[in-house]
C-alpha cells in the first residue's frame, strides 16, 4: 500500500510541474529544451529553421524556451515577434541586441516584413509585443532563462552571431543567478549547435565569426570545455537548395504566410540555402541522422579560421556533407514543415 502511494504522489507532482511549464500536453522528461539564436533578417534559412521548430514542439519533440536575436536593430526583433506570433507563440520571450555587430552584411533584407499590410490597409501580421525598447538584452535573457532550467537539460541553437553568447560567457551573477557566465554555462547547458565553422583540408574564415571577430575570439576562448559544441559547416547545406517558385508553390492554401510573403515580396533568388536548418534538425532530431567527425577541439584564429584538433576527450564535433539522396531527405524535412497548413 505505502509503494502504491508513493507512485500515485510521485505522479501528481510529475503532472504539476509538467501543467506549470506549459498549457499543451506534458512534455516527455527527454524532450530538448531549446533557446533559438538567430540572426534573423538577412538570410530567409533563419526563418525555415525557426518554422521547423515550431513545427518539431507542435508534435511535442522539442520544447522552445526563447528566441535571442544577434543582428541589431529592433526591426530584426519584429520579424521574430512575427514569427512566433503567426506560429501559435506569442509568449515566447525574445532577447535584442543592442551593443553587436555594427552594419553586418545583408543578404535579403526582408525586415519590412512585420509593417507588410493587407489591400485594405491594416497589418498583414499580428504581433505580441508593444514596445521593443522594453525587450531584455540577449544575454539577459540568456541567464533568466538558463537559471530557471535543471542542470545539463539545454541546448542553444545558434545560427547566426555568437555575440550575445559572448556576453552571455563575460557576465556576472545577478538576481537571476549568482553563478557567473561561464559557469551558468556550464552547469545548465547540455550542447551548443552552431551554424559554422570551417573543415576538413580548407583553411579559410569563417564568415558568421568573421562578422563580429572580437566576439566571436571570447565566446572560444570562454566556452567550457566541459559542454558539447556540434558544428554545421557551411558545405553541409550547401547542396539543399529550396528554390523560390517551390517556396511559393508549396504554402498554396493562403498567402497570409510571413515566409510565402517574403518570398513574394523580395528577391530571394540568390542562392540561398538550406544551412541553418541543419542545425535544428540535429537538435531535435539527434547525432543518427547526420554523418560526424570524430571529437576533438576547435581553436579560431584571429582570421576567424577555425582549426580542429582530433582527440577522444575533445567536445566538439562537426557535421559533414551528405549524398544527394540525403540532401534530399533533409529538404524533404524542411518542405514538410512548410507545407503543414495553419499556424497553430
Excluded at 555587430?101 to 526582408?110: A, G, H
Aim: charged share 20%; glycine share 8%; proline share 5%.
Amino acid at each position: 500500500m505505502k509503494r502504491v502511494f508513493s507512485f500515485l504522489l510521485a505522479a501528481v507532482m510529475m503532472v504539476g510541474c509538467n501543467k506549470g511549464n506549459s498549457t499543451e500536453e506534458p512534455q516527455q522528461a527527454d524532450v530538448p529544451l531549446i533557446i533559438l539564436d538567430t540572426d534573423i533578417g538577412s538570410s530567409t534559412d533563419d526563418l525555415f529553421a525557426m518554422e521547423m521548430l515550431y513545427r518539431y514542439e507542435r508534435e511535442g519533440r522539442c520544447r522552445l524556451l526563447g528566441v535571442v536575436v544577434d543582428r541589431m536593430g529592433e526591426d530584426c526583433a519584429a520579424c521574430a515577434d512575427v514569427m512566433n506570433t503567426y506560429f501559435g507563440r506569442g509568449d515566447l520571450p525574445i532577447g535584442l541586441e543592442r551593443n553587436g555587430i555594427e552594419n553586418p552584411s545583408v543578404w535579403i533584407d526582408y525586415k519590412a516584413m512585420p509593417t507588410y499590410t493587407n489591400d485594405n490597409g491594416s497589418s498583414m501580421f499580428e504581433r505580441s509585443v508593444s514596445d521593443y525598447a522594453t525587450l531584455p538584452e540577449g544575454w539577459r535573457l540568456y541567464r533568466r532563462l538558463l537559471a530557471a532550467q535543471e542542470d545539463h537539460s539545454v541546448s542553444i541553437v545558434s545560427t547566426g552571431f555568437v555575440t550575445a553568447l559572448a556576453q552571455l560567457l563575460q557576465s556576472e551573477g545577478d538576481e537571476f543567478s549568482s553563478l557567473g557566465g561561464v559557469e551558468l554555462v556550464r552547469r545548465k547547458v547540455k550542447c551548443i549547435y552552431l551554424m559554422g565553422g570551417v573543415f576538413g583540408t580548407s583553411v579559410e574564415p569563417d564568415f558568421n565569426f568573421a562578422q563580429g571577430i572580437t566576439f566571436a575570439q571570447a565566446f572560444f576562448d570562454l566556452w567550457p570545455r566541459e559542454v558539447d559544441m556540434v558544428f554545421s559547416p557551411m558545405e553541409v547545406g550547401q547542396e539543399i537548395e529550396y528554390v523560390p517558385d517551390t517556396v511559393i508553390a508549396d504554402v498554396s492554401w493562403s498567402d497570409i504566410h510571413p515566409i510565402k510573403q517574403v518570398y513574394m515580396t523580395c528577391n530571394c533568388n540568390t542562392g540561398q540555402m538550406m544551412w541553418d536548418p541543419m542545425v535544428v534538425i540535429q537538435a531535435v532530431e539527434g547525432d543518427t541522422v547526420f554523418s560526424l567527425s570524430e571529437r576533438g577541439t576547435v581553436t579560431l584564429t584571429p582570421q576567424a579560421e577555425t582549426l580542429f584538433t582530433p582527440t577522444p576527450t575533445g567536445n566538439c564535433r562537426y557535421q559533414k556533407p551528405g549524398t544527394a539522396a540525403w540532401n534530399a531527405r533533409m529538404l524533404r524535412k524542411i518542405r514538410d514543415a512548410n507545407r503543414q497548413q495553419g499556424n497553430g
